[in-house]
C-alpha cells in the first residue's frame, strides 16, 4: 500500500518562503516520477513541478525561478522550496506519485496513480 503524506504548508505573507515535503511509503519510487500539484478554490488542479528519477526537472511558467522540486530516493521524501510567494499561489498542494520506471514525466495529473492528503498554502497580501 502506497502512501504519501505532505507537511509544510501554513500561512505566509506575500514575499515569504515555505518548504513542503512529502513522505512516501509503502513503494520504491526511485525511479518513478514524482510532482507537485496545486487547487485553488473554484480552479482545476494544476501541475506545479514534476521530477523524473534523474532529476529533471519541469516547472510550470507562473512559478518558475520561485520554486524548486527536489527528492531525496535514500529518505523516499520530495520536497517543494517556495520563495518570493505571491496571493496567487494560495491553494491546497498535492504531491503524486507514479512508480513505474520513466524516461520522461508528464506535467499530467491524470498520469499519476497515488496522491498525498494535500497540504493548504495561504499566502496573504
Not at 79 to 108: G, I, V
Request: glycine share 12%; aromatic share 12%.
Amino acid at each position: 500500500q502506497v502512501h504519501l503524506v505532505e507537511s509544510g504548508g501554513g500561512s505566509v505573507q506575500s514575499g515569504g518562503s515555505l518548504r513542503l515535503s512529502c513522505a512516501a511509503s509503502g513503494a520504491t519510487y526511485s525511479s518513478g516520477c514524482m510532482g507537485w500539484f496545486r487547487q485553488a478554490p473554484g480552479k482545476e488542479r494544476e501541475a506545479v513541478a514534476v521530477i523524473d528519477r534523474g532529476g529533471g526537472t519541469y516547472y510550470a511558467d507562473s512559478v518558475k525561478l520561485r520554486f524548486t522540486i527536489s527528492r531525496d530516493n535514500a529518505k523516499n521524501t520530495l520536497y517543494l522550496q517556495m520563495n518570493s510567494l505571491k496571493p496567487e499561489d494560495t491553494a491546497m498542494y498535492y504531491c503524486a506519485l507514479r512508480p513505474d520506471p520513466a524516461s520522461w514525466c508528464p506535467a499530467l495529473d491524470s498520469y499519476y496513480n497515488y496522491w498525498g492528503q494535500g497540504t493548504q498554502v495561504t499566502v496573504s497580501s
